[in-house]
């Protein structure tokens, strides 16, 4: 029987990427995606993968969500908490909107979407809790206080939660992507995009697909020995 993944933010992006990557190991994948209707439509057509809707920075519609999902496929063994957005600003012009908003989603959404989750996983002493954090959550980012404070946050949410769930069969982990080669990077302007590159030793943007082979080796049983940690997958642009 297939295990059953959620994937948040998983329409677009190295979301939609972790998406397909999973359906492709076998899984039954259901994509969550917050807003935008037609990018999830077409991921729809194109995939195959069902998509549902709403937002992972409200407890109530993540229960709901889920509660929906696992009507219609199943219970869920796997989750990627990929969503999250940005509202950068220098600190002595962010706003408090700015802050939360970050916040709410980035961090809070991962409580959000695993809580609800998390006592069937230990009832069925099987589960895996894989969260996308950022090069920036581990050396800070001018301009990103809020959001480099949500993705640190992920981190330290990722070693607590490991060592609940070690004996429960669960295993809780992150990634740290750099920099890649998604649709907002690529909108940047060409010489922003030359300077990012200039500081990545290898020589290059990340792809979307070398993350999600990072996401279907931590969600497999091989991995099953590995909690607690961080995958930096940036180019060698930062090392831990």
């Known amino acids: ?23 492709e190991a ?3 994948v ?9 990018a999830a439509r077409n991921f729809n057509t194109e995939t195959g993968i069902p998509v549902y809707k709403w937002s992972v920075a409200d407890y109530d519609s993540c229960a709901n969500g889920i509660a929906q999902v696992e009507a219609d496929l199943g219970p869920v063994e796997v989750l990627v908490n990929n969503a999250g957005i940005t509202r950068d600003a220098p600190f002595h012009r962010m706003t408090r909107e700015q802050w939360t908003d970050v916040m709410r989603t980035n961090l809070d959404g991962v ?7 998390w006592n069937g996983m230990r009832e069925r002493k099987f589960g895996r809790v894989i969260t996308i954090s950022s090069i920036n959550g581990q050396k800070g980012q001018f301009a990103q206080a809020n959001y480099s404070a949500a993705k640190a946050g992920d981190i330290g949410f990722t070693k607590a939660l490991a060592q609940e769930g070690a004996r429960a069969g669960i295993t809780v982990n992150a990634i740290c992507p750099g920099y890649i080669a998604t649709d907002m990077v690529m909108a940047v302007p060409e010489k922003v995009r030359e300077g990012i590159i200039a500081q990545i030793p290898v020589g290059r943007l990340g792809e979307a697909a070398e993350i999600a082979r990072c996401v279907v080796f931590l969600a497999s049983d091989d991995a099953g020995f590995i909690t607690g940690s961080t995958i930096t997958a940036n180019g060698g642009q930062y090392f831990v």
Do not use: C, E
């Open 1 to 23: 029987m297939p295990r059953t993944a959620i994937v948040t933010g998983g329409t677009r992006g190295i979301g939609a990427a972790i998406s397909i990557a999973l359906k």
């Open 26 to 28: 076998g899984y039954t």
């Open 30 to 38: 259901a994509a969550n995606y917050a807003g935008n209707d037609d």
């Open 111 to 117: 409580f959000n979407m695993t809580h609800p989750l």
